[in-house]
């Protein structure tokens, strides 16, 4: 499938992958580089994740991510798209104290960041804090079963929903997403048989992480796709290339080059004219005592 970079998708083009029953292929970026290659190999969607702080910023979860972090990041990749659509993460506690500061938050991401949407983790529990994000202009996508900035109160990283009792409070926690204006509802870590009910239940798209196939769009970390992640692979990831191992090869390669003075060499040093070099002599009135350099003289 040929898909026009040019397009730059909206709101309405999203909400259209599901009405016509074309998968939403989204994964998350947290720079400039990464975002420009996701959006040209046709990407549907970028998430500039919370996820950034145990994947690129050394934090043992996502709870220490700011909103200045989460700012910057969003900028970065926003700047770098032209077609998909981007989402920012909205991080700990910047909407979970007041309606006002979720809204003051949502719109730096909006403004400062530049993100077409923004993505909070909760059912019932925000389901007025989206219906005023939503009232005030800002596109909001849900996320309900494994919430990672409420993973201590869910008893870690764990499946949620396994239960018939657990799933119907999953479900009903979409409903009341979409019900306050939510765009679209991230299913993680559910069981998918639960998530194919919750998407046939919804009129919005789910997208699935850990949800299994009957999700309308899929959405993977990209240090777990390529390689880069620090942890343990999760069960539902699955590895598309290692640039981890491209870039010890890389780094060590460069390091031999180093050690043995094989870089730089001539091709990668820049050079006065000969004529330059003469006068540099006698300016400093030590003439001939100036050779011409080389990249292996150990100057």
């Known amino acids: ?7 730059k998708l909206s709101l309405h083009d999203f909400l259209g992958f599901k009405a016509r029953g074309e998968p939403i292929a989204m994964a998350t970026s947290y720079d400039h580089p990464t975002a420009y290659f996701a959006d040209q190999a046709g990407v549907d969607a ?10 690129v910023l050394g934090y043992e979860s996502t709870l220490p991510v700011s909103m200045d972090e989460m700012a ?16 920012g993460d909205m991080p700990y506690m910047s909407y979970q104290p007041s309606t006002r500061d979720a809204l003051l938050n949502a719109g730096r991401l909006m403004a400062e960041g530049g993100v077409d949407a923004v993505k909070l983790e909760g059912g019932a529990a925000v389901a007025e804090t989206v219906r005023a994000l939503v009232r005030a202009g800002v596109p909001v996508m849900g996320h309900v079963g494994l919430t990672p900035q409420s993973a201590p109160a869910l008893g870690g990283y764990r499946v949620q929903g396994r239960q018939a009792e657990a799933a119907a409070r999953l479900v009903e926690d979409a409903r009341l997403l ?3 204006g939510a765009f679209s509802v991230v299913l993680e870590a559910v069981p998918t048989e639960l998530a194919r009910i919750i998407t046939e239940t919804l009129s919005v798209p789910t997208i699935g992480i850990g949800a299994g196939q009957h999700c309308d769009g899929q959405v993977l970390v990209m240090h777990d796709m390529f390689g880069l992640s620090l942890r343990k692979l999760p069960k539902f990831a699955r590895q598309y290339a290692d640039l981890g191992q491209a870039l010890r090869s890389g780094f060590s390669a460069y390091r031999d ?12 040093s820049y050079h006065m004219r000969r004529e330059e070099l003469e006068r540099l002599r006698e300016l400093l009135g030590k003439p001939g005592e100036v050779a011409m350099l080389s990249p292996r003289s150990g100057a």
């Open 1 to 7: 499938m040929s898909t026009d970079t040019s397009h």
């Open 46 to 55: 970028i998430l500039v994740g919370d996820s950034i702080g145990n994947n």
């Open 72 to 87: 910057v990041h969003c900028r970065a990749v926003s700047s770098a798209v032209n077609r998909a659509f981007v989402i």
């Open 178 to 180: 979409e019900d306050a």
């Open 257 to 268: 080059d180093v050690k043995q003075r094989n870089f730089p060499d001539a091709e990668h």
